[in-house]
């Protein structure tokens, strides 16, 4: 999906000075600060994806009779996860949707592979089980023909391949290569009015869409699981499956949550909604960008509330899909599980120490990073209650549970798990960190060291005033240890957030090589983010 409009082109009339200006939500392409505006445009080969998530939505929950039309450019036919979408919209039978791809020939710097092969592009979206039809795009009628086919069609969603010239009518403009992006002669415009006029308007009468769509309040600020966490103290539970188990009281307490998966369900625990609420998961298989532009999709008017899962590692493959959600101001949860070098034996391709960074960086996203049971419930619950992306950081490893299940959590507040008047050095830690910073305590304390320990929980937003009181009670000195590289992790976070402080020091422990395969505990010894490394940092801080 492509859009861009000029800032330069004036009509004579003023009807496009204003366009792209600081102070105009007409942008050079446009996003849903404009109010027609569902997803924003621009990042070429999102549109199908996010079309089919709206798609989905119509056919399977809302159960209504709107149809979704994707204009596509030919250009971003060569993404890959415009193929990932086809297959997902024959694969779920979407004949509500529509995706019309302008093929005019022309990219920005020179021809498409295609160019005009119209019948390759035909060929190909029928391979992937669509009712494909070419034709000439200039042709009003044939257009309007294939439109009124296309809702006849049932069991599959419909590509129109329209063969168009780009500027045609415009002497020394039409189909010729190099006019990307830019404005359109002053002299020409005269030529575009008088073209204008003498093209002959049809006459018909468009007939308003049915609306039987279901009015749909998600409920957000007020959404509960249908019961509270249910651990005992001390028992071992992995944080990914403290996830399934609250998003599956999620979903029951809301037919409106739905769970996505990229076949991987059953090591995020997102298979607890599958088993028992199956109209409640979509299965988007190992296809990551079309799993999050699908996301995307469904969030569109407040309609769903979709939370997609993976390995966190895998999240990095749809990054921009992801970014371009956050440019869409987009409602959508993300939970990442296997993360870190925690996960062991599956080796660095399966070991997520970019996700936080990743995260991070977008405008106004929530990070939550969970240690235990009950925090990762109650985290999944506060993310489904905030608008916009949040993302939540599960591990591998069981740990122990450390809150009871009335323990209250908050965005932006961390937890003191250990503090003294003694203390002279404060410890942060998050997830499989916090008990190695809970074992280095007592480690230290046994040898009359004493230091605070913080559960930082709230990434983003982080917790300023209680690190800020916590690290001046402990005589200024903090040590972050965190399973992930140090740009743009833990260690990071809690920088920036006491940079102000002149009389605070932070050192961070963060893993800080490409790592190996071996056992987790050899694992978190050898990259320095273990209790020993703890102790030894400790005794070193000075």
Request: glycine letters at 10%; a neutral charge.
């Amino acid at each position: 999906m492509f859009s861009t409009i000029s800032p330069s082109f004036n009509d004579g009339g003023g009807g496009g000075k204003d366009c792209a200006k600081i102070d105009s939500d007409i942008e050079g392409h446009p996003t849903p600060r404009l109010n027609f505006i569902d997803v924003a445009t621009g990042s070429l080969g999102q549109g199908l994806s996010c079309a089919a998530g709206m798609a989905y939505a119509g056919k399977y929950v809302d159960k209504a009779s709107y149809r979704v039309y994707c204009l596509m450019g030919d250009g971003e036919s060569a993404e890959g996860s415009v193929w990932e979408a086809a297959a997902f919209a024959s694969f779920y039978k979407l004949d509500n949707l529509v995706t019309i791809v302008d093929v005019n020939r022309l990219g920005q710097s020179m021809e498409t592979q295609l160019q005009h092969d119209i019948e390759t592009y035909v060929q190909r979206f029928s391979a992937f089980g669509w009712n494909a039809i070419g034709l000439d795009g200039h042709d009003i009628p044939a257009l309007l023909k294939a439109y009124e086919n296309a809702k006849q069609v049932k069991g599959k969603p419909t590509a129109i391949i329209a063969k168009t010239l780009k500027g045609k009518g415009i002497e020394g403009v039409a189909d010729l290569n190099n006019q990307h992006g830019k404005p359109v002669p002053k002299e020409k415009v005269d030529a575009i009015r008088a073209l204008l006029k003498t093209n002959q308007r049809p006459q018909w009468n468009i007939p308003k869409p049915i609306a039987d769509a279901p009015a749909v309040n998600l409920g957000i600020g007020s959404i509960a699981m249908s019961g509270p966490p249910q651990y005992k103290m001390g028992e071992k539970v992995a944080t990914r499956q403290a996830y399934g188990n609250a998003l599956l009281k999620l979903a029951e307490a809301n037919k409106r949550v739905i769970a996505l998966d990229g076949d991987i369900s059953n090591s995020t625990f997102s298979n607890m909604v599958q088993k028992k609420l199956p109209d409640q998961f979509v299965q988007c298989y190992i296809a990551e960008q079309n799993l999050v532009g699908v996301g995307v999709g469904m969030a569109c008017r407040g309609r769903l509330l979709p939370h997609i899962s993976t390995f966190a590692a895998f999240f990095t493959r749809a990054g921009d899909q992801i970014r371009m959600g956050a440019v869409s101001f987009a409602n959508v949860k993300f939970t990442g599980s296997h993360c870190g070098v925690s996960i062991g034996e599956d080796g660095p391709s399966q070991m997520a120490l970019e996700d936080l960074a990743l995260f991070r960086a977008l405008p106004s996203s929530v990070v939550l990073y969970p240690s235990d049971a009950v925090s990762a419930e109650r985290a999944t619950e506060l993310a489904a209650n905030y608008i916009g992306i949040t993302y939540t950081r599960v591990s591998r490893p069981a740990t122990e549970v450390l809150y009871t299940s009335d323990e209250k959590f908050e965005l932006g507040q961390c937890k003191v798990l250990r503090a003294t008047s003694q203390d002279t050095i404060l410890l942060v830690g998050a997830g499989v960190t916090l008990y190695e910073c809970l074992k280095a305590h007592d480690l230290l304390k046994s040898n009359n060291v004493h230091v605070a320990v913080i559960d930082l929980f709230s990434v983003k937003p982080i917790d300023v005033a209680t690190l800020t009181q916590q690290a001046r009670r402990a005589g200024g000195k903090v040590l972050t240890v965190e399973d992930h590289y140090e740009a743009g992790g833990v260690g990071e976070a809690v920088c920036s957030a006491l940079s102000d402080l002149p009389d605070v020091r932070v050192r961070c422990l963060c893993v800080r090589e490409l790592p190996r395969s071996g056992p987790p505990e050899a694992l978190i010894e050898l990259y320095g983010i273990s209790a020993n490394a703890v102790v030894k940092a400790v005794m070193n801080f000075h």
